[in-house]
């Protein structure tokens, strides 16, 4: 089984910085993408931003220039850091993986828990 460990979320003033972090373990052989979603009370869950193995990144336009994923391939850690939080912002983060457990082609799919950030005064 793989495993993954969020942490990071909380409250934080509109205009704040707070760094998510979730590391992947358990039966990986490879990951292909990691990366961010998420959701609102009474929203759809969206992506956030996701960063594949070659560092290649992909972010929702509403935090292109706020928001930051990056990624430790040796820890298997995807971080996101985020700069000039607004209220909007305020949801259940949830950490996404994409890998494989073998050689083979077959890819699987994981999600955290999910870690609450409110952005409130």
């Known amino acids: 089984q793989v495993q993954l460990v969020e942490s990071g979320g909380g409250l934080v003033q509109p205009g704040g910085p707070l760094r998510l972090s979730c590391a992947a373990s358990g039966s990986i052989f490879s990951i292909i993408v990691m990366g961010w979603y998420r959701q609102a009370p009474g929203k759809q869950r969206e992506l956030v931003a996701d960063i594949t193995s070659g560092g290649s990144t992909n972010s929702a336009d509403s935090v292109k220039g706020r928001f930051t994923i990056s990624r430790d391939n040796a820890k298997n850690t995807v971080y996101l850091q985020m700069n000039s939080l607004k209220p909007e912002d305020t949801a259940v983060y949830y950490c996404?993986?994409?890998?494989?457990?073998?050689?083979?082609?077959?890819?699987?799919?994981?999600w955290g828990q999910g870690t609450l950030v409110t952005v409130s005064s």
């Open positions: 996404y993986v994409r890998l494989r457990r073998s050689r083979g082609p077959s890819e699987y799919d994981y």
